[in-house]
């Protein structure tokens, strides 16, 4: 890394810090050849029922260890890959990846296994390929549909029209399952969300915040979870906070009736094999 500057000494240009356009355009230059040279890699989060406090599902998330500038998160090269269309081959890698991964989870621990939940870009959902390159992965690894969901933001399902979404009708039909990410963010057309095959709601993290502090929580905020909530509810799905952080927003959330919690209070994003020792010791308990 850069070294102070004095006489001597010079600075070493940071194409991601500087964030210009040259460096977006180096990014997005050798994002093919990283995928095929294996610089990727997926941590997974862990999604826990807020009653029981078991694990329910795992999401996966896309990192880019870069030779250069080290680790980078999906904030720095996702839209990139969006713009240039790698996505949509990143997207496969990330989904196969993922499913093998849930595979192996759901032979070492059977049917308590938690789901695997892929994000997935508009630019997928736009892909003639999607579906028959779900069908082909899950049949590829032998995961169950059912162990398989599939997060499309709010924004992204919002803005396209009917017939666009047919695709996600096919994979709900397979049994995949399907939730809107960062809920609370975009506009949401009721009506519409209502002829969605959709079975979860992700609350997006930014309304947490004002959950955190068990003197003063902000009332809008709490109030506008507790809406959310009662909304996913009435529509017959289940729903998920993000960002949760506390022990403190955890018993709230639980109190409001949210089912499921993901949050850094539980576990970070982390390395399979820590996010297995995560599912080993929060197995769900059937009676
Ligand atoms: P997301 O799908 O909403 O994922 C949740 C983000 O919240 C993750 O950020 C996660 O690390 C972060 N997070 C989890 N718990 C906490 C918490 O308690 N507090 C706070 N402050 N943050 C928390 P991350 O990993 O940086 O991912 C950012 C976004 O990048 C994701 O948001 C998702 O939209 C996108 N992304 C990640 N992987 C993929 C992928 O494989 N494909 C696509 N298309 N998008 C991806
Ligand atoms: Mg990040
Ligand atoms: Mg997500
Ligand atoms: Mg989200």
Request: net charge negative.
């Given at each position: 890394w850069?070294k ?24 997005s230059?050798t994002?093919p ?26 999401e ?11 680790r ?32 192996q ?34 049949a590829?690894?032998?995961l169950?549909a059912?162990?398989?969901q ?5 924004s992204?399902v ?14 709900s ?8 990410d ?8 009721l ?17 947490m915040?004002?959950?955190?502090n ?7 905020d ?10 996913a ?23 409001i ?15 399979p ?5 995560f ?9």
């Amino acid at each position: 890394w850069a070294k102070s500057e004095g006489k001597g000494t010079w600075k070493t240009f940071d194409p991601v810090r500087n964030a210009s356009e040259l460096a977006r355009f180096h990014l997005s230059a050798t994002m093919p050849a990283a995928l095929e040279h294996g610089e990727f890699y997926v941590d997974y989060q862990p999604l826990v029922g807020l009653r029981r406090r078991e694990v329910v599902g795992v999401e996966a998330l896309v990192r880019w260890w870069h030779p250069d500038h080290g680790r980078l998160g999906p904030d720095k090269f996702i839209g990139l890959a969006e713009e240039t269309g790698l996505i949509v081959p990143l997207g496969r890698w990330v989904l196969g990846t993922a499913c093998r991964q849930a595979k192996q989870w759901a032979d070492e621990f059977g049917d308590t296994a938690p789901f695997v939940s892929v994000n997935l870009a508009v630019r997928q959902l736009r892909e003639p390929r999607l579906v028959s390159d779900v069908a082909a992965v899950l049949a590829e690894t032998g995961l169950e549909a059912a162990k398989l969901q599939l997060e499309l933001t709010e924004s992204a399902v919002m803005g396209t029209a009917d017939e666009a979404l047919e695709p996600l009708r096919r994979l709900s039909e397979m049994g995949v399952r399907i939730a809107i990410d960062d809920f609370g963010t975009g506009y949401s057309n009721l009506a519409y969300l209502r002829h969605l095959p959709v079975h979860e709601l992700k609350i997006a993290g930014s309304f947490m915040e004002g959950l955190r502090n068990p003197d003063e929580p902000d009332p809008v905020d709490a109030r506008i979870v507790r809406t959310l909530v009662e909304l996913a509810h009435t529509l017959g799905l289940s729903v998920t906070a993000e960002g949760v952080e506390t022990e403190d927003q955890a018993q709230r959330l639980a109190a409001i009736g949210c089912e499921t919690g993901q949050g850094y209070y539980f576990e970070k994003p982390c390395l399979p094999d820590r996010a297995r020792a995560f599912i080993a010791d929060h197995l769900p308990q059937w009676a």
